[in-house]
């Protein structure tokens, strides 16, 4: 897809850090500058997130996902990793390319990775009720 970025950083059209890489996926640098190490993951082969993604690209994405999360922390002098993901504009997906973003933690590092939600307004046995498979 010429118009999609993440496409044109998987086929090189666009540069960027690349961290890993194998046939299916690539780990690269996010531009954000958010926070130190912010990687994300993503397949080579386009779909828009975890929704439509089929089953063989998302194990590729989370083994990728596994091994530079395994590489940070024995490797590279952290402790664990956030994993965050947007699937849906709704969700606050904001390049239409599957995506997880790795944010590396060293101990005490103060970083707030975790989102500050405003409270439940529905009744828990209510939304179960809705939500069981
Ligand atoms: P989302 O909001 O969809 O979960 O995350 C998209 C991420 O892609 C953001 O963290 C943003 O900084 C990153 N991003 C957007 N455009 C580029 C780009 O051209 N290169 C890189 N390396 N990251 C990008
Ligand atoms: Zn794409």
Known sequence: MDNCIFCRIASGKVQ??????NEKTLAFMDIAKDVDGHILVIPKKH?????????????????TVK?????????????????????????GQSV???HIHIIPRKNDDGIDAWPRFEGAK???QTVFEKVKM
């Open 16 to 21: 960027s850090l690349k961290v890993y890489e």
């Open 47 to 63: 779909c828009k997130n975890i929704l439509d993604c089929d089953s063989e690209t998302l194990s590729a994405v989370m083994q």
């Open 122 to 124: 529905e009744d828990i």
């Open 67 to 91: 091994a530079v999360s395994n590489h940070l922390t024995e490797h590279c002098g952290y402790d664990g990793v956030n994993l965050l993901n947007a699937s849906d504009e709704s969700a």
């Open 96 to 98: 239409s390319h599957f």
